[in-house]
T-cell receptor, first 109, second 112 residues
Framework: DAKTTQPNSMESNEEEPVHLPCNHS???????IHWYRQLPSQGPEYVIH???SNVNNRMASLAIAEDRKSSTLILHRATLRDAAVYYC??????????FGKGTRLSVIA | SQTIHQWPATLVQPVGSPLSLECTVE??????LYWYRQAAGRGLQLLFY??????ISSEVPQNLSASRPQDRQFILSSKKLLLSDSGFYLC???????????FGQGTRLTVV
């Protein structure tokens, strides 16, 4: 399976933007980049996904490098409710989502 | 709309007892179904997935088994639980290629 590399943890102040990086240097042409987050004691929640172009939705934005070897999840204004573990995952077609260790985001009031 | 039901929410079972966790999906047909486990302080581990009735793929050899008797039903079982089976069990489904996955609320299993 293609692998991703994320920082173990990050910290942000409330109301400020957060940029969560992900490296995936071995990504294949058919791999989609998925982001999920997991709040304490809950199952993972879908955030966003994309293939080549940058994507925006109500939760976040996904910026994908031109060579697709890295991507960044952008939370435009962090709130305390955004404190979670964020997972960057590569997946093609029907292949199962394989979760790594993710980035634990702490938000400071 | 699509929903996923998983029960029970919490379960305490003695070592050596059997286990049956059920997951059902509504509002979709022929979903891909998944069982994950998250041990305390650890990441999510994929246990089983199924692309159709009676089709089960196992990712990790272990004390557990899975079955899919109906299109929208996925069952996780064990004949004899071990202490190491404790964890947070999550069911998930994906309805199509390269689409988002939906997770259930999870079952927190404690084997004592």
């Amino acid at each position: 399976d293609a692998k991703t590399t994320q920082p173990n943890s990050m910290e942000s102040n409330e109301e400020e933007p957060v940029h969560l990086p992900c490296n995936h240097s071995t990504i294949s042409g058919t791999d989609y980049i998925h982001w999920y987050r997991q709040l304490p004691s809950q199952g993972p929640e879908y955030v966003i996904h994309g293939l080549t172009s940058n994507v925006n939705n109500r939760m976040a934005s996904l910026a994908i490098a031109e060579d697709r070897k890295s991507s960044t999840l952008i939370l435009h204004r962090a709130t305390l409710r955004d404190a979670a573990v964020y997972y960057c995952i590569l997946s093609t077609g029907n292949t199962p989502l394989v979760f790594g260790k993710g980035t634990r985001l702490s938000v400071i009031a | 709309s699509q929903t996923i039901h998983q029960w029970p929410a919490t379960l305490v079972q003695p070592v050596g007892s059997p286990l049956s966790l059920e997951c059902t999906v509504e509002g979709t047909s022929n979903p891909n179904l998944y069982w994950y486990r998250q041990a305390a302080g650890r990441g999510l581990q994929l246990l089983f997935y199924s692309v159709g009735i009676g089709q089960i793929s196992s990712e990790v050899p272990q004390n557990l088994s899975a079955s899919r008797p109906q299109d929208r039903q996925f069952i996780l079982s064990s004949k004899k639980l071990l202490l190491s089976d404790s964890g947070f069990y999550l069911c998930a489904w994906i309805g199509g290629l390269n689409t988002e996955a939906f997770f259930g609320q999870g079952t927190r299993l404690t084997v004592v």
